[in-house]
């Protein structure tokens, strides 16, 4: 990533109450069946190997961590828009620059219609998408449709429309 200055910078993570809703619960159930069956002995629901259950409660709680970590970050620069799905910091950002960028404008969507969460890449959309209905959906020169998710559209919109100025 280049060291221009930063027009705007969003980070969202995952905190849809939903999500948590279901899997805390059941991450809870499996930790506290292990800790009964390994530790005292006692049956967790049907007796099953220790090894299974503990194979299921560590992915449980690697799933929760992921989840909680999981971090999608919109940059805009000088030469381009700069996004990144990711667990951990040094993950490389996809760069999009404003030399591919046809049109823009601000969007409601329903996340289902564009292939769910995160990153969805389908023939005609490249989404990135974490949380809320709000996004901006580019038009790139390829004809396919980039939508990026905010929880800020106007200032996102607002950063945009000073780099289309400057380009």
């Not at 999608?72 to 990144?84: A, D, N, S």
């Not at 023939?123 to 990026?148: M, P, Q, Y």
């Amino acid at each position: 990533m280049s060291a221009t200055e930063i027009m705007y910078s969003e980070k969202q993570r995952f905190r849809s109450p939903w999500l948590w809703g279901i899997l805390l619960p059941i991450a809870g159930v499996f930790s506290y069946g292990m800790v009964r069956q390994l530790f005292y002995q006692v049956p967790f629901m049907i007796k099953m190997p220790e090894v299974t259950l503990f194979l299921i409660t560590a992915v449980l709680i690697l799933l929760v961590a992921v989840f909680y970590f999981l971090e999608m970050e919109t940059l805009i620069k000088e030469e381009g828009i700069y996004l990144r799905l990711s667990v951990f910091k040094g993950s490389e950002y996809k760069f999009v620059p404003f030399s591919d960028v046809v049109s823009y404008k601000a969007v409601t969507y329903k996340p289902i219609e564009k292939g769910g969460r995160g990153i969805c890449d389908t023939d005609d959309c490249l989404a990135f998408t974490v949380r809320g209905k709000n996004g901006i959906e580019f038009t790139l020169l390829s004809g396919k449709k980039l939508l990026v998710g905010t929880a800020d559209p106007e200032d996102f919109m607002r950063s945009l429309n000073k780099m289309r100025i400057l380009h």
